[in-house]
């Protein structure tokens, strides 16, 4: 069919407006195809964006509660450093039971009292291997094979390498809790009381030294050592029972172990799987395997250098030679009590001392406690120098001038006795401020600031270091006394308490209300709101 010229010159623009039409019909409809499919993408990204918050998003003011369950089990794991503290505090009151009976002289009581150091010091490290392998709880209950055996031979054997390797056997028992306890209890405490939890460490040393002490009067060294092996008994018969910590099963990769730990351990209305998340996250970040190369990246090797730190201020501020001098310096106040007595009201400072320190724990914070107790220590040292300078003067004067008749007939008390209240005073205030600060915190911090993965090699690194420290001091006292004199002793203390307060002011962090997860993405470089951004 033809259409007309005219007829065909109308069709045209109308086919053309119809596929125009068209065109402009196809153009909306992918228009609007690619807005509906953006606007289902962008409901894909809010909710997997929603979902990944609410996954990852760990609140920094979160609470997390404790239960009562959790208090027993770290009253229970306290049997541990009660009988470090029983070990510790043993000598003072057996020593000179020992020296009756003649099983100990003048020359063997020394070593005796110095072998504990040597056992503490491979105590640590085998402490540490057990942490990983055993896991926490295990590790503390093994720490009363060792304490028994020991305390057993030091009661039975009538030879003198009984009562050494006795001696050994318990200090190796002491180098384990010293390590084992803090972590456990840093563990399962949460980060609101994990400070008043893990000073308890402390405490319970003192508490284990007094009860030694007090023991000591009624009590031959036989039945002390008896009392001993009673203690390590109890710690692993109420030990059995108690659970093993989250880290430790999650370590194992066993998560429904670990919740059911944490919901023993905070109560039934905690939000246990937030906090198990937080432990995840971490763990997810370093893989469980540990090698001593590690110990070259910043997040490990600058918590253990300040760990490292810390036990050489505790052990070379001075409490040795303090706790060495105690009866001497209640005989220069001219007092006439048994020392058996004097021993029990240091000790009862001590526990004291520590408890106030338990108290203030999460509330000053570990930095400001650790300066406040360098400053004291210092200022105590420098007056302990002033007494035994100004007595050592006196006495070198008498030596060149005559005494007056009246002298000779009434006779002389002396400056010593004169000065007998600085002395006792000084060493008040040096206990006082040991306990505050570098007697629970070192170990303390040693149990917060390394990751899960190296917790165990590293606490056994920092543990083996402390007890080669109080080993050498130990030691070598005598020889320092003799170079540089009492007076140039105790100054010395005081400067290393010094350097002790310039290295916490710039170098130690503050650990307090922070989860440990919190801590070792601070040695990582990161803080908690970069965590719950992940």
Known sequence: MEFPVEDEAELIPALETVEAEEREKRKQLKRAKRLEKAKRLKEQ????????????????????????????????????????????????PAIPDM??????????????????????????????????????????????????????????????????????????????????????????????????????FQLSVTLGILLVNVLGV???????????????????????????????????????????????????DADVDVECREIEATLDESDSSFS???????????????SLALMFFQQFSGINTVMFYTVEIFQSTGSSMDPKLEAIIVAAVQV????????????????VLLIIAGVMMAFSCTTFGLYYFLTEKVSSANLTTPLPPSALTMGTPGMADDLGWLALASMVIYIIGFSLGLGPIPWLIMSEIFPSKARGTA????????WICSFIITLEFRNLETSI??????????????????????????????????????????????????
Not at 227 to 236: D, H, M, S, T, Y
Not at 292 to 306: A, D, M
Not at 459 to 466: D, H, K, L, Y
């Open 45 to 92: 990204f809010i909710k997997k964006k929603t979902k990944q918050l609410q996954t990852f998003q760990f609140p920094q003011r979160r609470t997390i509660t404790s239960s009562r369950f959790l208090y027993v089990v770290v009253a229970v794991a306290l049997f541990a450093p009660i009988s470090m503290g029983y070990t510790i505090g043993y000598s003072s």
């Open 99 to 200: 020296k009756n009976v003649s099983r100990l002289d003048n020359d063997t009581a020394p070593l005796f009292g110095s072998l504990l150091n040597i056992g503490a010091i491979f105590g640590g490290p085998f402490a540490g291997l057990m942490l990983g392998t055993a896991g926490r709880k295990t590790t503390v209950m093994l720490c009363a094979i060792p304490f028994v055996v020991g305390w057993c031979l030091i009661a039975s054997m009538p030879y003198l390498w009984g009562l050494y390797l006795g001696r050994v056997l318990t200090g190796f028992a002491t180098g384990m809790a010293s390590l084992s306890c803090p972590v456990y209890i840093a563990e399962i405490a949460s980060p609101s009381n994990r400070g008043f939890l893990g000073s308890s």
């Open 218 to 268: 009624p009590l031959t060294y036989v039945w002390l050592a008896i009392a001993g092996g009673v203690l390590a008994l109890f710690l692993a018969f109420f030990m059995l029972p108690m659970p093993d910590s989250p880290s430790f099963w999650l370590v194992k990769r066993n998560r429904p172990k670990a919740l059911e730990v944490l919901r023993k351990l905070r109560g039934p």
């Open 292 to 306: 001593w190369r590690e110990f070259s990246q910043r997040h490990l090797y600058r918590p253990l250098l300040i």
């Open 352 to 367: 004291g001392a520590t408890f106030v320190s338990v108290l203030l724990m999460d509330r000053l914070g570990r930095k």
């Open 459 to 466: 606490s056994s690194i920092a543990t083996a270091f402390n």
């Open 485 to 534: 004199t009492k007076e140039g002793v105790f100054w010395m203390y005081a400067g290393i308490c010094i350097l002790e307060v310039i290295f916490v002011v710039f170098f130690v962090p503050e650990t307090k209300g922070k989860s440990l997860e919190e801590i070792e993405e601070h040695f990582r470089g990161r803080d908690s709101a970069e965590v719950s951004a992940k």
